[in-house]
DNA sequence: ACTATTTCCTGGATGC
DNA sequence: TGCATCCAGGAAATAG
C-alpha cells in the first residue's frame, strides 16, 4: 500500500526511465470515476505531451508535461473543477504579471496521480499481457507504454494547467521542527488522526503513523495538543527516521530491481508494530495491542507508549 | 468550526 | 468445495 516512501520510490523510477519521452496516444477504459478532470481533458493534455520531470508531492504523484496546448483552451477547462483547483489556478496566474511568463505557464500542465490503496504506475511494453484493471494507458514516444492500474480505483488521476500543484498541508520530510510543533498543538484530535490528517501533513499514512508513534513511546489516542515539547520533538525525529529508513530501503531496491512488468519493488521497512497485533514488543515483549481509531487499525505496545 | 463515522472498491482470508 | 461475510485503507462525503 502506497505511502510516502513508495511514492517517492515510485515517482524516482519513473524519473529514470520515462523523463524527456513523449505521450503520443492515451487510452482510457470504461469505469471513468478514478478520474478527477474530464476524460477529454486527460486525454487532450496528455496527447503529445512530453515528460519533463517526475517527482513526489505529498503522496501524490506528479508528472510536469510540456503541452502544445493554447492558453485559452487551457483556462477554460480547469475554471470547471472544484473549489481547491480553483485556489491553485489563482495562485498560478497571480504569480504570473507579464504575458510573456503567462504564455510559458500555459505550455506547462501536470499530470497527478494519487495511488490510494492499490495504484500502481507501470512500465511496460506493448506486448506485454495488460494486467486486469488497467484503466490508462499511454503510449510513449520511445515504444514503451506507461499503464496505471487499480483494482479497487481508490487511486485518482488529474491534470492541471501550470506547475503549481500543491498537497493540502505540509511536505514532512525536512518539516521545519517549530512548523511541525505548531501544527499539531492546535489539534483536538486523537494524534493518530493528526498525523492521518493530509491537511496537517501530506504523506504519512496508516502504516508510517504507528511505526512513527511506536519510536516515540506515545499511545496514538493521546490528544495531540497533549503532547509536550519533548514528546513533539519524538515524534518528529521518530517521523523523519522511519520516513528515510524507508525511503532509503526503497531507494536501494529502485535502481536494479524492476520486475517483468515494469514494476519498481518495494523492499518495505521492517514493521516494528504494524500489523503485530498479539505479538511480543520487540523492546519488552508485551503482547501488541490493535485499537480502532478513526476507522483506521492502530497497533501499539501498551507498556512503552504512554 | 470541530472531530468522528461512513462510503467508495476489489481481492484475499476466514468461517460454516 | 463453495458460498457468504469480513477486512484492508486514502480521502471525500456525511454525520454528529
Not at 74 to 86: D, E, V
Not at 255 to 272: C, I, K, W
Not at 287 to 305: F, L, M, N
Request: glycine share 8%; net charge positive; with cysteine.
Amino acid at each position: 500500500m502506497p505511502e510516502l516512501p513508495e511514492v517517492e520510490t515510485t515517482a524516482r523510477g519513473l524519473q529514470k526511465r520515462v523523463a524527456g519521452d513523449t505521450i503520443e496516444f492515451v487510452w482510457i477504459g470504461n469505469k471513468t470515476n478514478f478520474l478527477k478532470s474530464p476524460a477529454e481533458e486527460v486525454v487532450r493534455t496528455l496527447t503529445g505531451a512530453t515528460i519533463e520531470c517526475v517527482r513526489r508531492v505529498g503522496k501524490h504523484l506528479v508528472i510536469d508535461l510540456h503541452t502544445n496546448e493554447t492558453p485559452a483552451k487551457s483556462k477554460r477547462s480547469h475554471a470547471r473543477k472544484t473549489g481547491s483547483a480553483k485556489t491553485r489556478t489563482q495562485k498560478s496566474v497571480s504569480a504570473n504579471s507579464t504575458a510573456v511568463s503567462v504564455a510559458a505557464e500555459n505550455s506547462q500542465a501536470q499530470w497527478i496521480i494519487h495511488l490510494g490503496m492499490t495504484g500502481r504506475v507501470l512500465v511496460c511494453d506493448p506486448a506485454d499481457p495488460p494486467a486486469k484493471h488497467t484503466h490508462l494507458v499511454a503510449e510513449l514516444a520511445s515504444g514503451r507504454q506507461l499503464r496505471f492500474v487499480d483494482p479497487r480505483r481508490f487511486g485518482r488521476v488529474q491534470v492541471a494547467a501550470g506547475s503549481a500543484f500543491q498537497a493540502p498541508g505540509s511536505e514532512p520530510i525536512g518539516a521545519d521542527r517549530g512548523e511541525f510543533a505548531t501544527l499539531f498543538h492546535r489539534s483536538k484530535a486523537p494524534i493518530k488522526s493528526a498525523l492521518l490528517n493530509q491537511k496537517l501533513l501530506s504523506g504519512v499514512g496508516n502504516i508510517y503513523a504507528d511505526e512513527s508513534l511506536f519510536r516515540a513511546g506515545l499511545r496514538p489516542r493521546r490528544r495531540a495538543n497533549s503532547l509536550t515539547r519533548a514528546e513533539l520533538q519524538r515524534l518528529y525525529n521518530a517521523l523523519q527516521e522511519v520516513l528515510a529508513e524507508a525511503i532509503l530501503a526503497g531507494g536501494s531496491s529502485i535502481s536494479d530491481y524492476v520486475d517483468s512488468s515494469g514494476e519498481a519493488g518495494y523492499f518495505q521497512l521492517q514493521h516494528r508494530v504494524y500489523g503485530r497485533e498479539g505479538e511480543p514488543c520487540l523492546a519488552c515483549k508485551t503482547p501488541t495491542k490493535r485499537i480502532v481509531i478513526a476507522g483506521r487499525s492502530s497497533h501499539y505496545c501498551p507498556k512503552c507508549q504512554k
